[in-house]
């Protein structure tokens, strides 16, 4: 058999060629990046914990009229995904000061946000994805006015929906990264959300303890990364099953 034509790498996923024209198969890699690539690790069973949280998210973004890239799961680690033109800018949604807003503009980690901020970073790792102004994105063209208004209404629902869901299981959503594409049905174009939602992508608090669960774990060598995505996808009712050929039940429970 032929093997599919890979069509994209990035640090954390592999795309390849779809089994239909419109489609591309996201494959989750076990791999952790920060900083730009400057700190690297294996974290084993963190792609098949990345796929079923992802799948989870988008699952239920959908079913509350949010559109996603997402059609279905194929296995362990690959997803079904609509073919989208990526924009190339990083969408972050902040409830709560942590990271680079509390680094820059000097807020204490975990003071609460009079409202969510919504911020753009032009998707550029030679330049280290720098923060960029509105101005910017229409200026390059990157974006339209009248995308950059349906991208800050879809990326405000995604706070909603996700903001309730972690709630109902003790944990606080600090902030969180999306990406959106375009896609064309028939002569229209529609934005969708694309990439992935996993706990790589978003800041996740312990609601009592303020344990984080989510990535700062590997930024900052707080400890077993897996663990910290495992506890996530417990609570959320989300069960990965034993990866086929690994012997260690990694993500039982
Ligand atoms: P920041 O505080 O470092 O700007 O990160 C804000 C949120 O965006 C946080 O939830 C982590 C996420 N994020 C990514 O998903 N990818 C990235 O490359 C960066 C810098 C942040
Ligand atoms: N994803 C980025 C990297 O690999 C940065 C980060 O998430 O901290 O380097």
């Excluded at 609509?82 to 680079?100: M, T």
């Excluded at 820059?104 to 550029?124: N, Q």
């Excluded at 944990?171 to 529609?190: A, S």
């Amino acid at each position: 058999m032929a093997r599919r034509k890979k069509v994209y790498e990035g640090k954390a996923k592999i795309l390849y060629e779809g089994p239909e024209p419109g489609t591309l198969v996201q494959y989750f890699k076990d791999d952790a990046t920060a900083f730009n690539a400057e700190k690297r690790a294996t974290v084993e069973g963190k792609g098949v914990l990345n796929n079923r949280l992802s799948e989870f998210f988008m699952t239920g973004l959908n079913a509350v009229g949010v559109p996603t890239h997402f059609i279905r799961r194929l296995n362990m680690r690959e997803q079904l995904i609509r073919a989208v033109e990526i924009i190339p800018l990083e969408v972050v949604v902040r409830n709560v000061a942590a990271g680079s807003i509390s680094k820059r503009l000097g807020i204490a980690e975990g003071t609460p946000l009079p409202r969510p901020i919504v911020e753009f970073y032009y998707k550029d790792d030679a330049l280290g994805d720098p923060m960029v102004a509105e101005e910017h994105i229409i200026a390059f063209g990157w974006a339209s006015q009248q995308d950059l208004d349906d991208m800050i209404s879809l990326a405000l629902r995604v706070n909603d929906f996700l903001s309730g869901l972690m709630l109902g299981v003790g944990i606080k959503l600090v902030d969180f990264k999306i990406e959106i594409g375009r896609i064309w049905e028939n002569e229209y174009m529609r934005l969708i959300i694309a990439d992935e939602i996993s706990p790589d992508s978003c800041r996740l608090w312990d609601m009592e303890t303020g344990q984080k669960l989510d990535k700062d774990v590997f930024r900052r060598d707080l400890g077993n990364l897996a663990d910290a995505y495992t506890e996530v996808a417990r609570r959320l009712g989300v069960m990965p099953q034993r990866e086929p050929g690994i012997t260690k039940p990694t993500l039982i429970n």
